[in-house]
């Protein structure tokens, strides 16, 4: 369980259905998992983009009545967990503004490296900002270029900036859909029964509305849809793969497949991998819910140690503000995560879980089951030590607050109280993804950034 790491942000599109946002709204709540601060969907009709967005989860900030305000068979939506930004409505997805060829609205997952610098040289000449986004810097970048068209002034924008983003922008008559040249973040292309178009973050989300899978979006490609027309695809960039290989640790729901592979068998591979080079003796292997289920199940299944499910989770618990002791924050975790005694007491336990980033809650995971009676916690991370923070598009504290920048695997141990700890290494990682280190942005890991 990652604490202190945050989702980065879902986007969807739908095209060409005529009720593009039910099925937005739909899609977005498959993709919740990825941002639970706010959610937007804009819609057009033809001649007038409609949009709402708010704080919140997603069925709380829609309902039928608002959902028939957003009328017409194009809608982009987005949920979002601020990764760059303030955490003001204003700063909730999609952006949309007038300028002179009519109305857009873009949402956008990630984050642009080079937005301070772009952002200063648009102030410089006049632009007036509305949000601490760096999403906003697109409006700008699409409104003060100097060509006629839509397109043309896309294509001019996403080559000033830079870093990671899946971006899907939508016009009175049209959508775009784009990822970055690196293909940082996933975006996936899917086929809705009545034969409009879906675009979005997760594959997941195309289960829902029942839309057919058709290909990822390459890295450095947009995706032009308008009616009556296939999608048109215009490659910007030379496509130069460096997929971010958190979605699989953590952050992509196991019923997805991104980057071309199932999330689930992925995690099932990285536990097998754990299994083969870290073993250990012990009479019960159990997941911390709800990242570690899959390697856990790779990892009982890879050493023939039985898998139960030791620790339950409950899913309802929000942010509680009561004053944070050390009392007080070993209770949320209980409110959050509850040991099964029976399957625990007397046993040497093998926990495992997706990574540690500060320690602290693997720390009180530890003590829980130590409490409820286990003889020894042996601690298993399907993941390399987490040394660095991501700047495309994950919300991960600075490098003086990472545990694995300043401890060692000892030390770190020794803080989490359990009686052994070992990670999975990064060629064990690249195995689990049938990935050659090309392929992945590995920057968490090895502190080798590409950008």
């Known amino acids: 369980m990652l604490e202190n790491v945050n989702e980065k942000c879902a986007v969807v599109g739908i095209f060409g259905h005529k009720e593009a946002s039910k099925l937005a709204y739909f899609s977005l709540h498959a993709l919740q998992h990825r941002g639970q601060e706010a959610a937007g969907i804009s819609s057009s009709d033809g001649e007038k983009l409609h949009t709402i967005k708010k704080r919140g989860l997603v069925m709380r900030v829609f309902n039928e009545t608002k959902l028939k305000t957003l009328s017409g068979s194009s809608a982009i939506g987005h949920t979002r967990y601020s990764t760059a930004g ?47 986004m760096d999403t906003e810097n697109l409006i700008h ?30 016009s009175r008559t049209k959508m775009f859909a784009m990822r970055d040249r690196f293909g940082f ?84 591979n990285m536990g097998k991998e754990l299994a083969h080079i870290k073993p250990i003796e012990a009479d019960v ?26 620790i339950m989770r409950n899913h309802y618990i929000g942010r509680t503000f009561i004053e944070p002791t050390q009392e007080m924050r070993d209770l949320k975790v209980k409110m959050k995560l509850s040991p099964m005694t029976e399957i625990i007491k007397g046993k040497r336990v093998i926990v495992i879980d997706d990574s540690i980033v500060r320690g602290t809650t693997s720390r009180r995971i530890i003590r829980m089951l130590k409490e409820a009676g286990a003889s020894e916690v042996h601690m298993r991370i399907s993941s390399p030590p987490t040394t660095d923070p991501c700047f495309y598009g ?42 050659k280190e090309d392929n992945y942005c590995t920057a968490c890991f090895t502190g080798k950034y590409i950008v």
């Open 86 to 132: 303030d955490d003001s409505i204003l700063d909730a997805q999609p952006v949309f503004a007038r300028y002179d060829l009519g109305e857009m609205a873009i949402a956008h997952n990630g984050n642009f490296t080079n937005a301070e610098e772009v952002r200063a040289a648009l102030i410089k000449k006049g632009a007036i900002f509305q949000t601490f």
């Open 141 to 170: 970048l699409i409104a003060k270029s100097e060509k006629t068209q839509l397109t043309p002034r896309i294509m001019d924008a996403v080559k000033r900036i830079e870093g990671a983003f899946s971006l899907v922008f939508l």
């Open 185 to 268: 973040r996933p975006l996936s292309l899917g086929r809705l029964p009545n034969g409009g178009y879906i675009v979005a973050s997760e594959t997941c989300a195309f289960d829902l509305v029942s839309a057919e899978f058709i290909r990822d979006i390459k890295p450095g490609e947009l995706l032009i849809f308008k009616e009556g027309r296939e999608p048109k695809s215009i490659q910007i960039f030379e496509p130069t793969p460096k997929h971010c290989i958190f979605e699989y640790v953590y952050f992509a729901r196991p019923d997805s497949k991104v980057f071309g592979q199932s999330v689930y068998q992925t995690r099932k």
């Open 285 to 310: 292997v159990i997941p911390v819910p709800d990242g570690g289920v899959a390697s856990a199940i790779g990892y009982a299944q890879e050493s023939g140690i039985p898998y139960e499910m030791g």
């Open 394 to 435: 994950v919300d991960t504290p600075d490098k003086d607050k990472l545990i694995a920048a300043n401890m060692s695997t000892d030390e770190i141990c020794e803080f989490i109280g359990a009686d052994s700890l070992a990670y999975l290494d990064s060629e064990a990682l690249l195995r689990s993804v049938n990935a």
